[in-house]
């Protein structure tokens, strides 16, 4: 028996699960009350655990959240989440103005099993129409991302964000090597 053979052989089937798993979360996030309250969660979580997240929360003109991405990979690698676009209310607070989720596929050197929350920080007019105008919103196409690292989280504020668009991971459990978010689409869910 060859290399590849022997690789594809017991490669497959992890692909099948990790394929029967993230079809079958879409079943699972159906529920909107349940995903409404894990967004509204992620969003106490993520400001009373990143200050800067807070700080800009203040001029954000909204934000996509993403409370629970999983993603799993075997050289072949897979990720995925549901989430919803939050709009900021005049006066303060927000509400929820759709339902969107977040996919990802990519093929090379990764290992692992990981969740995550996510949250992207709608800072423009500009930005928020992106989300809600494509039929699909591919990271790193159209307006500026800056992810938030530990190092530029010490030195933001609203007066230095200038960016369209803050990514914030948070809540990180697993490892997980060699997937990245750029690439990710995201997509808006039917009513």
């Known amino acids: 028996m060859n290399y590849m053979h022997l690789l594809s052989s017991r490669l497959f089937p992890l692909v099948l699960l990790i394929g029967v798993t993230v079809g079958s979360l879409p079943a699972a996030a159906q529920d909107r009350t349940a995903l409404d309250n894990d967004v509204h969660a992620?969003?106490?979580?993520?400001?009373?655990?990143?200050?800067?997240?807070?700080?800009?929360?203040?001029?954000?003109?909204?934000?996509?959240v993403f409370p629970n991405i999983v993603k799993?990979?075997?050289?072949?690698?897979?990720?995925?989440?549901?989430?919803?676009?939050?709009?900021?209310?005049?006066?303060?607070?927000?509400?929820?103005?759709?339902?969107?989720?977040?996919?990802?596929?990519?093929?090379?050197?990764?290992?692992?099993?990981?969740?995550?929350?996510?949250?992207?920080?709608?800072?423009?007019?500009?930005?928020?129409?992106?989300?809600e105008t494509s039929q699909g919103w591919e990271l790193g196409v159209g307006p500026s991302i800056v992810v938030v690292d530990a190092g530029l989280a010490k030195t933001l504020t609203t007066k230095t964000a200038k960016s369209d668009v803050y990514a914030f991971t948070f809540g990180q459990k697993g490892l997980m090597a060699g997937l990245g978010l750029q690439g990710s689409k995201i997509t808006r869910l039917s009513k």
Do not use: C
């Open 72 to 131: 799993a990979g075997f050289m072949v690698g897979v990720q995925y989440g549901n989430g919803a676009l939050v709009r900021a209310k005049q006066g303060g607070g927000y509400y929820i103005a759709g339902y969107y989720n977040i996919t990802s596929a990519s093929y090379g050197l990764q290992l692992g099993i990981q969740t995550f929350g996510y949250v992207l920080a709608l800072m423009t007019d500009a930005a928020i129409e992106t989300v």
């Open 42 to 64: 992620a969003i106490a979580l993520l400001l009373e655990t990143t200050p800067a997240a807070k700080r800009l929360a203040e001029t954000a003109k909204g934000a996509l």
